[in-house]
């Protein structure tokens, strides 16, 4: 009886799915618009996230020490700094590392060329590059600074630019992050809304089907099952669609994104296909469960006679 | 045996549509309820199927009190009661046997079955031949003869016709009844509710006149007194 009933209740659900199949268009069509826009939130947000990584490496702190500083004094203050939890590398400049670097920096720069004959022998001072895990932490390191103050061999500690930089960048991605969280809020509010209309419409269209089920004696779960099923079908229709469309999609993507952002390391195909499971499975499953349970309020609704 | 007794339905916010019902009907017999519209015909239908719940009194039928029933129990109701309708509420999208042929699947029954006892249902309502036709591919007279077929597939106890010949001609209101009258034979208790004066009066069966909601009249032999 229930393996009768249940084959029973997947023959109707394909029997309606194509007898009714411009309706099943319409409510796939629309799930799949509401999937492409979920998709393409995420593509923003791994676009603000790698945008904001790639400014972050950018940053680093450079501490200038004296010319006559000797090498074991560095390689201590050096090793010091590694040790501080926050500091994720620290790196040694030597004064002709320095030069070099300003010299290709600014070559066809010629008064500074000139200025530097001028001058003649090597003006710059060495310095270590510090690099922090994340952006909060350069503040953390910059008050931890100050108490390295028992070394005279750094010479400047021009920090105070930095702190002022810092604190714009992490107000900036603060904001940034907390407008990205309700903008997908509202989306995904939005998304759970037309999908659950859809499904609505849908099943109005079934409300003297309902009617007949119920007054030849089917019972309430017999005439559930197959709208129950059918949004389960219609969530993996709609999910297999977005992931064949949401592919060429990113693919033309690609170059524009690297060349206007200027990010290399930005790669949406390979994030698509790391995190596949984790963003297709959890659509299908949220989009089932909207489907669900837009099925059984609509359903209900019909159920009363 | 059908008892209704002392039933009462007040619809909100005080519109009375049964009042003090009270009446019985044997097993196998052929009953017609008539009634002006408004009179509470269609209520005391509903109620019968468990669609709509009354204010008070007992409907029974046997030793099944159907005012107490619960909700899953509803469905098991029905499969013994068939109902026809004046709109003849037939699926288009289904053939006349998939019509026919829902009604079982609905209640579980085996294809081998189903493909057994269909044809056979259709062929008592003359539909043999046009089993594989659309609704609207048929007339008025052959859907409410498929719906006939339908609610006769359960081998129901009692057959509930509300205006069955509502929206047909007389040719085909005449051969609407002339089939009740044989499933009459079968020993299926036929509720026919109708205000069709000429079809009352040819049966010559008994009539159950209801006016605001009671029965104002009884007769064994009766006629359309209204």
């Not at chain 1, 007898?19 to 593509?43: D, E, K, P, Q, Y």
């Amino acid at each position: 009886m229930i393996l009768v009933s249940t084959i029973r209740v997947l023959k109707f659900v394909m029997q309606d799915f194509f007898r009714n199949f411009w309706l099943s268009l319409v409510t796939v069509t629309i799930l799949i618009l509401s999937l492409f826009s979920i998709n393409f939130m995420i593509v923003v947000g791994v676009i603000s996230n790698t945008a904001i990584a790639s400014v972050e490496n950018k940053i680093d702190l450079s501490l200038y020490l004296q010319t006559d500083a000797n090498e074991s004094n560095v390689a201590t203050l050096k090793s010091e700094l590694e040790n501080v939890p926050e500091v994720a590398s620290v790196t040694y400049i030597s004064k002709s590392q320095a030069l070099e670097s300003f010299q290709n920096k600014h070559q066809d720069d010629r008064s500074i060329q000139d200025a530097l004959r001028e001058v003649g022998g090597n003006p710059l001072s060495a310095s270590l590059v510090v690099k922090a895990h994340t952006l909060p932490e350069y503040n953390t390191i910059i008050n931890k600074l100050d108490t390295f103050s028992q070394y005279p061999i750094i010479e400047s500690k021009n920090f105070d630019d930095h702190k002022t930089l810092l604190t714009t960048m992490n107000n900036i991605t603060d904001k940034t992050k907390k407008v990205g969280i309700m903008v997908s809020l509202i989306f995904v509010a939005v998304t759970i809304l037309v999908v659950f209309n859809a499904v609505r419409i849908a099943i109005y269209t079934h409300q003297k089907e309902i009617r007949i089920m119920k007054l030849v004696g089917a019972s309430n779960w017999f005439i559930r099952a197959p709208f129950l099923v059918e949004g389960v079908l219609y969530s993996l229709v709609g999910v297999i669609a977005i992931i064949i469309i949401f592919y060429p999609f990113l693919q033309l993507l690609q170059p524009y994104l690297s060349t206007f952002f200027n990010v290399n390391e930005l790669n949406l195909l390979s994030y698509f296909n790391h995190n596949f499971l984790f963003i297709f499975g959890w659509q299908f499953l949220a989009v089932g469960v909207i489907n669900m349970v837009a099925s059984l309020v609509a359903v209900g609704k019909y159920l009363k006679v | 045996m059908i008892i209704f007794e002392n039933v009462t339905k007040i619809y909100p916010p005080n519109v009375k549509a049964l009042d003090g019902l009270t009446l019985k009907i044997k097993p196998g017999e052929f009953v017609s309820v008539v009634g002006q519209s408004g009179t509470g015909k269609t209520t005391m239908v509903k109620a019968l199927i468990g669609e709509e719940r009354v204010t008070g009194g007992v409907i029974k039928i046997g030793d099944w009190d159907i005012t107490r029933i619960k909700q899953r129990e509803i469905p098991y109701l029905r499969r013994q009661i068939g109902v026809v309708f004046q709109d003849f509420k037939l699926l288009p999208n289904k053939t006349l046997f998939e019509n026919v042929a829902f009604a079982m699947q609905v209640c579980g029954h085996l294809s081998s079955r189903i493909n057994r006892v269909v044809p056979q249902t259709l062929k008592l309502v003359g539909l043999e031949k046009k089993m594989h036709r659309l609704p609207q591919e048929v007339s008025g007279g052959e859907q409410q003869r498929v719906v006939i077929a339908r609610s006769l597939v359960h081998h129901p106890k009692i057959l509930l016709a509300d205006e069955p010949t509502g929206n047909l001609d007389s040719i085909n209101a005449t051969d609407i009844i002339n089939l009740l009258e044989r499933i009459n034979k079968f020993g299926t208790t036929i509720i026919l509710v109708t205000h069709n004066k000429e079809i009352v009066n040819s049966l010559r069966k008994r009539v159950i006149t209801i006016d605001g909601g009671r029965v104002i009249s009884d007769q064994k032999i009766g006629k359309y007194i209204l």
